[in-house]
């Protein structure tokens, strides 16, 4: 029999999503964060870079603010209000201690029960490489969930006014092939195409397909490719790390 998937856990108020570039967090779980927001839960969006390179036809300087106003338009649409940049230089985001005391510090503002992140490990299910920026911001987000709560890895935060944080319970990494638990993608998935097409000048330069096509035929087939897994139920997959 296929191993069945668990499903998220509930009992939580707060979440903090930390990926690298806008449109990480529309490829992959759009749909449960706006499952989560319609129960009243608190979701903050974090993102290491603002995406300035990814676009070949649109200089960094132009890009940036462009994909910014995009990402904030599409977590509206899911109903996250609060999207923070931490302005490291897209693609060449580097793990270390700078990125871990960044997502640290974010971590001790923001006080989530629940941290969201990018698969971090070098491959895509052994099939695509995994992006440097992907790997770095998701590696930095499962150690900074420790380093937020341990007064003497940063003491400048402390410093700051920032007081250690150790209330975070789990670690949710999206994109994973190796995942633990899901969400029933259906409630939020009409909304989750929207948040994806909100990254319309990106789409358009990644596909010659109709954008709203192409974004409801990709969250589509992610989100069935683990009902089988999941009850039947078409559902957004998480790899979890309880701490």
């Known amino acids: 029999m296929t191993q069945q998937l668990e499903p998220m856990p509930t009992d939580w108020r707060r979440a903090l999503a930390v990926v690298a570039h806008p449109d990480d967090l529309e490829y992959g779980c759009a749909a449960a964060v706006a ?20 676009i ?7 890009c940036a603010p462009l994909r910014e106003r995009e990402q904030r338009a599409s977590a509206a649409a899911v109903g996250v209000a609060a999207v923070e940049f931490l302005d490291h230089r897209d693609g060449v985001i580097e ?6 005391r960044d997502i ?3 971590i001790r503002r923001h006080r989530p029960e629940l941290l969201i992140t990018l698969n971090h490990r070098d491959t895509w299910g052994g099939v695509a ?9 998701g590696r930095a987000t499962l150690d900074a969930a420790g380093d937020a709560g341990n007064r003497w890895i940063f003491p400048e935060l402390g410093e700051q006014g ?13 994109g994973t092939d190796r995942p633990t638990h899901a969400v ?6 009409e909304r989750s195409v929207r948040s994806l097409l909100a990254h319309r000048t990106y789409i358009e330069v990644l ?13 589509a087939g992610t989100t069935e490719a683990a009902a089988e897994r999941f009850g039947g139920r078409p559902a957004v997959t998480f790899e979890v790390f309880a701490r």
């Open 35 to 54: 499952g989560w927001t319609d129960e009243g839960r608190e979701v903050t969006y974090l993102l290491a870079s603002r995406g300035e390179a990814g």
């Open 56 to 62: 070949d036809t649109i200089a960094p300087e132009e």
């Open 95 to 100: 793990y270390g201690t700078a990125l871990r």
């Open 104 to 106: 640290a510090a974010a």
């Open 129 to 137: 490489w995994n992006t440097p920026d992907h790997r770095a911001v």
């Open 162 to 174: 920032l007081e250690p944080w150790d209330g975070v319970r789990w670690v949710a990494v999206a």
């Open 184 to 189: 029933d993608a259906t409630p939020g998935f």
């Open 207 to 219: 596909t010659d397909e109709d954008p709203e096509a192409y974004c409801r035929t990709f969250l």
